[in-house]
């Protein structure tokens, strides 16, 4: 049976429920504008259904981003790391389509209308770079971005993209950072490390690991 790891009585291990709820608070605490909510890696759209039901309030849109087809091809670089993670490989993860997906996140959110949800099908290298980014302009700051693509190669098209998206307060969730046996040479965490390293715009700031495999952090503008 596969171990599922919650929160434990004394708060040793976050859960990303828990997670959430702060984040509602910090957003409030701060008095930052509503502002929106993106998802790298939706598969079925649960965790997009969790982060309504504790953000709700505080969103102006969710933005969800998947192949609905399961992983891409590896790079050179991810080739290197599967000895490390076996099951991270092409076509694992597939979903149900984008439009059963859809379909699943409006019929299990409360007051979430289908204006407010946009998902964008493709592999991350082709539909990052052709996203329109005007669409951004009328919905606040981007509050939560969360990662979850698995692979280096897909950690570096959507470190990229968030590069000009982020700003100071967004908070970044790391689904995968401690996979690949938690080495700072491979996957997700590896495309992170290079880069905070490389990013004249953007920094963060490290608040807590949670839920067993994954890091949040909290980005903030350089200038």
Request: aromatic share 14%.
């Amino acid at each position: 049976m596969e171990v599922r790891f919650g929160s434990t009585v004394n708060g040793n291990l976050l859960s990303r429920g828990e997670l959430l709820q702060f984040i509602r608070a910090f957003v409030r605490a701060s008095e930052m504008d509503p502002g929106y909510y993106m998802e790298f890696g939706v598969l079925n759209g649960s965790s997009m259904v969790e982060a309504w039901g504790t953000l709700r309030g505080t969103l102006t849109h969710l933005y969800g981003f998947d192949s609905f087809a399961g992983l891409p091809p590896g790079s050179i670089q991810d080739e290197l790391s599967k000895d490390l993670m076996p099951s991270f490989k092409q076509g694992n993860f597939r979903s149900m389509s984008r439009e059963r997906v859809q379909e699943s996140i409006l019929a299990s959110t409360f007051n979430l209308s289908p204006d407010m949800l946009s998902l964008s099908e493709g592999f991350f290298e082709e539909s990052l770079p052709s996203f329109d980014l005007e669409c951004f302009e009328d919905k606040g700051p981007c509050l939560v971005a969360h990662v979850d693509c698995d692979l280096y190669s897909s950690s570096v098209a959507v470190f990229n993209f968030l590069d000009g998206i982020a700003t100071t307060g967004t908070w970044l969730l790391l689904d995968d950072y401690w996979h690949y046996r938690g080495s700072p040479r491979h996957g997700q965490r590896r495309a992170f490390d290079e880069w905070m390293a490389t990013s004249s715009r953007i920094g963060a700031t490290e608040y807590a690991s949670y839920g067993g495999f994954c890091k949040a952090f909290i980005l903030h503008e350089k200038y």
